[in-house]
């Protein structure tokens, strides 16, 4: 069975600090990963995925995520904050190889970008 | 890109009444969809997934009698609450998939029962 750990539910930075949001995941076969982003009353939104290959994805908004697999972690960064990335972002995995097409999330991230 | 279209973005509801609430991929076709709960300020949690032209499968603690799924089509599921109470108050989202690890959101229902 897989499962999402976020660590903070809430994460204060500056603008144009840089921006970690943190992910571990457990699973019993090789993940997909995801990172959305969802803003007030609206649904998700993917930022990147990692499937297989390359460990670095690069996604939307200037963000991207590294697969460490020794470390079973998939932490979201940005380099520069703008106050357009306050919003709440989601960690989820799938066990699509395990023939398994459902999305499992973390409980979430609420960023907040201070002026 | 593939776009998932959710109607209505919000409702109320009288307690005892049905609501429905429908999600449609609009260019592609989605052999699996799926329906969400989030209450506020929490995560995403699975209700059901169904397959078109199929039953759908609930997760565990969700009332299948009560969370009505209805998946006719390639691009249309629907989710219908009956007798809705307070309590089922909540954001439904669903997600249509057209390939294993791949998934749209729909943007979401705010469901107010009074």
């Known amino acids: 069975a897989q499962s999402v750990t976020q660590l903070g539910s809430h994460v204060s930075v500056s603008e144009g600090a840089l921006v970690l949001l943190r992910c571990n995941y457990s699973s019993s076969v090789p993940p997909y990963l995801f990172w959305y982003v969802q803003y007030p009353n609206q649904g998700l939104q993917l930022l990147l995925k990692?499937?297989?290959?390359?460990?670095l994805v690069k996604g939307i908004n200037g963000f991207e995520a590294e697969f460490k697999k020794s470390e079973t972690s998939f932490h979201l960064t940005k380099p520069s904050a703008h106050m357009s990335d306050a919003a709440e972002y989601f960690c989820?995995?799938?066990?699509?190889?395990?023939?398994?097409?459902?999305?499992?999330f973390g409980t979430g991230t609420r960023l907040t970008v201070i002026p | 890109g593939a776009v998932v279209s959710q109607h209505p973005s919000w409702v109320i509801c009288k307690s005892g009444t049905s609501v429905k609430i429908e999600c449609r991929s609009l260019d592609f076709q989605a052999t699996t969809m799926f329906w969400y709960r989030q209450f506020p300020k929490q995560s995403l949690m699975l209700m059901a997934t169904?397959?078109?032209?199929?039953?759908?499968?609930?997760e565990q603690g969700v009332e299948k009698d009560k969370f009505l799924i209805n998946h006719a089509s390639l691009t249309l599921s629907t989710l219908t609450v009956t007798s809705a109470h307070p309590e089922d108050s909540s954001f439904y989202i669903c997600?249509?998939?057209?390939?294993?690890?791949?998934?749209?959101f729909g943007s979401g229902t705010r469901l107010t029962v009074v």
């Open positions: 169904s397959n078109e032209g199929s039953k759908a499968t609930y």
């Open positions: 990692y499937t297989t290959g390359a460990t």
């Open positions: 997600s249509a998939s057209k390939e294993l690890g791949g998934y749209t």
């Open positions: 989820a995995v799938s066990e699509v190889w395990a023939g398994a097409n459902n999305l499992f």
